[in-house]
């Protein structure tokens, strides 16, 4: 298995709903990331856990929260968000801690998040 | 600040000719660069990569190249096939940073048959 799965793929949420976005990842990977991708922008990091631990937050508003249940498995809750919050959320793994850049990132397809 | 930048939003070639994207970057703490390719309705797919050590590295019809004085990178695809038409995305890391990778804006590829 050389994927990473995210469900679902397109999700439409009010503003006072609570969700969540799941990623799903069977090649061993130590390290995982959210990222939020805009129309014509590019990807940007939300989080990084780095053997289940959280490593990296880049200053994401609360009204999102990661989780890392197992090593294969990484959520991102989603609880108040707004219009503008409405995106492309990609999840990717990669080996280990550190960097093993012989084949980068694997990206999941993402969940098309629309807020109304 | 965008810190890799790709400057032509899109770039349209004909089938079997050459395919030059472009990327500039403005951290020269950036010591790693990755080219992916994204298709509609898919994440990005990882295609090539260099390390700041080389200035060349191949594989089969592509080649990135980097110029580290100039803070430049290409990507040259040799020949452009019609399933080569994609969103590509200049990636860029540096070492104190772990693994978090910047990207650009990506550039529209279009390859005409």
């Known amino acids: 298995d050389t994927e990473v799965t995210q469900t679902p793929k397109h999700l439409v949420m009010g503003m006072t709903n609570k969700k969540s976005l799941k990623c799903e990842q069977h090649m061993g990977h130590r390290a995982m990331y959210w990222y939020k991708q805009k129309a014509k922008k590019p990807p940007e990091l939300m989080f990084v856990?780095?053997?289940?631990?959280?490593?990296i937050n880049e200053s994401v508003p609360s009204r999102f929260s990661p989780e890392c249940p197992n090593s294969s498995l990484l959520n991102l809750h989603l609880h108040a968000l707004q219009p503008e919050d409405s995106a492309l959320y990609l999840c990717a793994s990669s080996q280990g801690e550190g960097r093993q850049w012989d084949y980068g990132y694997t990206f999941g397809s993402g969940t098309r998040l629309t807020v109304v | 600040d965008q810190q890799v930048k790709q400057n032509s939003p899109s770039l349209s070639v004909q089938e079997g000719r050459i395919s030059i994207l472009n990327c500039d970057y403005t951290n020269s703490m950036f010591d790693y660069f990755l080219w992916y390719k994204k298709y509609p309705a898919e994440g990005p797919t990882f295609l090539i990569s260099?390390?700041?050590?080389?200035d060349k590295n191949e594989d089969g019809r592509f080649t990135v190249f980097l110029n580290k004085s100039a803070k430049h990178l290409s990507l040259h695809i040799v020949p452009s096939q019609p399933g080569d038409s994609a969103v590509y995305f200049c990636?860029?890391?540096?070492?104190?940073?772990?693994?978090?990778?910047?990207f650009g804006a990506g550039t529209i590829l279009r390859v005409k048959s």
């Open positions: 260099i390390s700041s050590i080389k």
């Open positions: 990636a860029a890391s540096a070492r104190a940073y772990g693994n978090k990778l910047v």
């Open positions: 856990y780095s053997y289940e631990k959280l490593s």
